[in-house]
């Protein structure tokens, strides 16, 4: 009798109990496996998933190996050597995921976690580096200056409320084009609180909350009018009189981000980004920024504050107390001069 569960243990008995199983019985089991993963995953993960496996597939026919798993751990170290350099580390690991995904859905152990492999990996970052880039910030001031150049074209009220919501929100672009008219939930200070039926760290849909400041509200409110949209239809929709009322596509947000600030380096993201420098430097608390941008962890908002956190840091506040004490003494000098 078993009085400690241990993981390895559990799944080397399984993978030794289907390598005894008929071929006929692991095919179904397989092809089980596939369909449950099609109602598990968000389609974007299966599209990432598929085409990963396409460009290792690729790559392995390519080099003289096969695709076909078990894979090898010396063949996936060598593919991660040959990708050092030209993904970035994390993009690396991800498809490294996909591979163990692969082997899963086979009822195989994954050679994504042999240490040869994961050598390989090390070596790729302490050659090339694990920083990930990150999505330009684009602050409350910035997307404030872009919203009063724009007109009063039915477009140009559409973007406005594209880019308050936005900026308000810190929502990612998959939740912007989720939002339907319902969502907007009206308060009695005039803001608003949109409701986020489900995101990247929501994947099941408990739900979730987002601010709208007044006059994001306003904007928003003058497009659901101009529009005539409904309660059950997309809040954000294209602008052409007479338009399908679906919901807009995320890149949609990006262009729309990049045609409104006249910056081509940024995209949906951006606002996400900028929300958190912007918070950073007005000294709002870690906690209270995790809560504004729905994140579980503190990693990510800690990484995309850190360029602001510099300069917020102890090393700057002794530099500026040192430069208030050298403007004093300098002041001194003169009037004793005079």
Not at 147 to 170: E, M, P
């Given at each position: 009798?078993?009085?400690?569960?241990?993981?390895?243990?559990?799944?080397?008995?399984?993978?030794?109990?289907?390598?005894?199983?008929?071929?006929?019985?692991?095919?179904?089991?397989?092809?089980?496996?596939?369909?449950?993963?099609?109602?598990?995953?968000?389609?974007?993960?299966?599209?990432?998933?598929?085409?990963?496996?396409?460009?290792?597939?690729?790559?392995?026919?390519?080099?003289?190996?096969?695709?076909?798993?078990?894979?090898?751990?010396?063949?996936?170290?060598?593919?991660?050597?040959?990708?050092?350099?030209?993904?970035?580390?994390?993009?690396?690991?991800?498809?490294?995921?996909?591979?163990?995904?692969?082997?899963?859905?086979?009822?195989?152990?994954?050679?994504?976690?042999?240490?040869?492999?994961?050598?390989?990996?090390?070596?790729?970052?302490?050659?090339?580096?694990?920083?990930?880039?990150?999505?330009?910030?684009?602050?409350?001031?910035?997307?404030?200056?872009?919203?009063?150049?724009?007109?009063?074209?039915?477009?140009?009220?559409?973007?406005?409320?594209?880019?308050?919501?936005?900026t308000d929100s810190w929502c990612r672009a998959s939740e912007i084009v989720a939002f339907r008219v319902k969502d907007l939930i009206r308060q009695d200070d005039d803001t608003s609180i949109l409701f986020v039926r489900r995101s990247k760290t929501d994947p099941y849909g408990q739900g979730e909350y987002a601010f709208l400041s007044r006059r994001g509200t306003s904007a928003v409110l003058h497009w659901i009018e101009l529009a005539k949209l409904q309660s059950e239809e997309p809040l954000l929709t294209k602008s052409q009189c007479g338009a399908k009322r679906g919901a807009l596509h995320t890149s949609t947000i990006s262009r729309i981000m990049k045609k409104c600030t006249g910056r081509n380096d940024v995209s949906a993201h951006s606002t996400r980004v900028g929300g958190v420098h912007d918070a950073f430097r007005i000294g709002c608390d870690l906690s209270s920024i995790m809560v504004a941008g729905r994140w579980k962890s503190p990693e990510m908002p800690a990484r995309y504050g850190r360029r602001i956190r510099a300069s917020h840091s102890a090393a700057a506040e002794v530099s500026r107390a040192f430069e208030h004490e050298d403007e004093k003494a300098t002041t001194g000098d003169q009037q004793q001069a005079e």
């Amino acid at each position: 009798m078993k009085l400690v569960f241990d993981r390895e243990i559990e799944r080397a008995e399984m993978l030794t109990t289907l390598a005894n199983t008929a071929p006929n019985r692991r095919e179904q089991l397989i092809d089980e496996y596939r369909r449950r993963s099609e109602a598990a995953f968000a389609p974007e993960t299966l599209r990432n998933y598929k085409m990963v496996i396409r460009r290792f597939t690729a790559w392995c026919r390519q080099n003289g190996w096969s695709p076909d798993p078990p894979i090898a751990p010396s063949v996936l170290a060598c593919w991660v050597d040959d990708m050092g350099g030209k993904l970035a580390s994390n993009s690396i690991q991800t498809r490294l995921w996909a591979i163990a995904e692969l082997h899963r859905s086979h009822f195989l152990p994954s050679p994504t976690r042999h240490r040869m492999v994961d050598l390989a990996l090390k070596g790729v970052k302490r050659k090339y580096g694990a920083y990930t880039r990150q999505a330009p910030p684009l602050g409350k001031k910035e997307v404030l200056q872009a919203i009063d150049r724009l007109g009063n074209s039915r477009q140009n009220i559409r973007d406005k409320a594209v880019l308050w919501v936005a900026t308000d929100s810190w929502c990612r672009a998959s939740e912007i084009v989720a939002f339907r008219v319902k969502d907007l939930i009206r308060q009695d200070d005039d803001t608003s609180i949109l409701f986020v039926r489900r995101s990247k760290t929501d994947p099941y849909g408990q739900g979730e909350y987002a601010f709208l400041s007044r006059r994001g509200t306003s904007a928003v409110l003058h497009w659901i009018e101009l529009a005539k949209l409904q309660s059950e239809e997309p809040l954000l929709t294209k602008s052409q009189c007479g338009a399908k009322r679906g919901a807009l596509h995320t890149s949609t947000i990006s262009r729309i981000m990049k045609k409104c600030t006249g910056r081509n380096d940024v995209s949906a993201h951006s606002t996400r980004v900028g929300g958190v420098h912007d918070a950073f430097r007005i000294g709002c608390d870690l906690s209270s920024i995790m809560v504004a941008g729905r994140w579980k962890s503190p990693e990510m908002p800690a990484r995309y504050g850190r360029r602001i956190r510099a300069s917020h840091s102890a090393a700057a506040e002794v530099s500026r107390a040192f430069e208030h004490e050298d403007e004093k003494a300098t002041t001194g000098d003169q009037q004793q001069a005079e």
